[in-house]
Structure formats: structure tokens, C-alpha cells
Antibody, heavy 113, light 111 residues
Framework: EVQLVESGGGLVQPGASLKLSCVASGFTFSDYWMSWVRQTPGKTMEWIGD????????NYAPSLKNRFTISRDNAKSTLYLQMSNVRSEDTATYYCTRGWYYWGQGVMVTVSS | DIVMTQGALPNPVPSGESASITCQSSKSLLHSNGKTYLNWYLQRPGQSPQLLIYWMSTRASGVSDRFSGSGSGTDFTLKISSVEAEDVGVYYC????????FGAGTKLELK
């Protein structure tokens, strides 16, 4: 069974950095592109970006590419999202996805002083 | 950016009735390969989004045949025949022709 489990969220101050993780199981992680998607408290969905199966290529939403970095460790079957200089508008639930079919349960990030 | 605009439903929808959700894209999602780069999702309360339809009209694995997708290059419809309690939630369309963008969502409530 495919499972995606995100972690690393919580309350963070504006301007700080935060790194989210997504541990994958039930499939060969190194065979698949992986993505991050977020959903704001108002339920707006936003694609953040994705990463090639070997980690050699990434794509980002233009509005986020300067602050967010996606990486992966195939040996650990883990996907990462490094968020820097966070803002209040980054408050959201963050999901990792495989293709568009498999989604994690999401992890909440709240940016507030 | 490709902007996705979703229509509203005349909520609440009576159980057993059909419901159609519309979605319009600001650019044609029909690729030269003949595929239309549009997905539909359902997000039930408290859950992650669930893929219902991909390539505009192909049902995802395990999805009820009460769900069907149709459309052209810029105008799309998700039809739910005989609405049931488990269909309650928010429906999203999403394009992935260019960097992916989502519609604002359409809420379905049951009568």
C-alpha cells in the first residue's frame, strides 16, 4: 500500500526557515517524480513544485521558486521541502503527492509572531 | 498563469439527483498529442484531495462510474449522477498543461 507521511510542520515566526519531510513507503520511491502542493486555510490549492525521480531536476511555481527548495533522499525514501523567509501567506497545509493519485495526509504550517 | 474558474452548484442537491460542476480555463488545455491536461478532485471534509478524473474524461482507479468528465479545450464539466452522501465535499478542477493551477473549488451539499 502506498503511503506518504508528512512531518515537520508547526508554528514558525515570519522570516524564519522550516524544512518539511515526506516519508514514502509501499513503492519504489526512486522510480517516481514527486510533488508538493499546499492548501490555505481558505481552501485555495496551490502547486509548489516537483522533483525528478533521481533528484536531478526540479520545477517550481514562479511565485515560490526564490524561497522554496525541493529535494529528496532516495536512500531514505524521503522528500523534502525547504522553506525560507516564510511569510504569513505561507500558512497552509502542505501535501506531498505522487503523480496526482497519491496524497499524504498533509502537515500544517502556521506562520505567526 | 492559466486561470481556472469553477461554477457553483445550486446547493443543497437532493439525494439521488444528478449534479454538474463546470470549470473554464483561460487557455486551451488540449495538447497537440490529443490529450487534454485536466484533472478533477474531490476533497471530503477533513480528508486529502482524491483524484477522480484525469485527462479530462478518464476515471481514476476505484472511482465510481457515477462520475464522468467531459469538455472541450477550455470548458469542462464533471457530472455526478445520482448524488450520494459520500459525494459531499469540495470539488476542484486542475490543469497541468503548464505549471499546475487549481480552480477555487465547488462545494456540494446534500439535501
Amino acid at each position: 500500500e502506498v503511503q506518504l507521511v508528512e512531518s515537520g510542520g508547526g508554528l514558525v515566526q515570519p522570516g524564519a526557515s522550516l524544512k518539511l519531510s515526506c516519508v514514502a513507503s509501499g513503492f519504489t520511491f526512486s522510480d517516481y517524480w514527486m510533488s508538493w502542493v499546499r492548501q490555505t486555510p481558505g481552501k485555495t490549492m496551490e502547486w509548489i513544485g516537483d522533483i525528478k525521480y533521481d533528484g536531478s531536476y526540479t520545477n517550481y511555481a514562479p511565485s515560490l521558486k526564490n524561497r522554496f527548495t525541493i529535494s529528496r533522499d532516495n536512500a531514505k525514501s524521503t522528500l523534502y521541502l525547504q522553506m525560507s523567509n516564510v511569510r504569513s501567506e505561507d500558512t497552509a497545509t502542505y501535501y506531498c503527492t505522487r503523480g496526482w493519485y497519491y496524497w499524504g495526509q498533509g502537515v500544517m504550517v502556521t506562520v505567526s509572531s | 498563469d492559466i486561470v481556472m474558474t469553477q461554477g457553483a452548484l445550486p446547493n443543497p442537491v437532493p439525494s439521488g439527483e444528478s449534479a454538474s460542476i463546470t470549470c473554464q480555463s483561460s487557455k486551451s488545455l488540449l495538447h497537440s498529442n490529443g490529450k487534454t491536461y485536466l484533472n478533477w478532485y474531490l476533497q471530503r471534509p477533513g480528508q486529502s484531495p482524491q483524484l477522480l478524473i484525469y485527462w479530462m474524461s478518464t476515471r481514476a482507479s476505484g472511482v465510481s462510474d457515477r462520475f464522468s468528465g467531459s469538455g472541450s479545450g477550455t470548458d469542462f464539466t464533471l457530472k455526478i449522477s445520482s448524488v450520494e452522501a459520500e459525494d459531499v465535499g469540495v470539488y476542484y478542477c486542475q490543469q497541468f498543461l503548464e505549471y499546475p493551477t487549481f480552480g477555487a473549488g465547488t462545494k456540494l451539499e446534500l439535501k
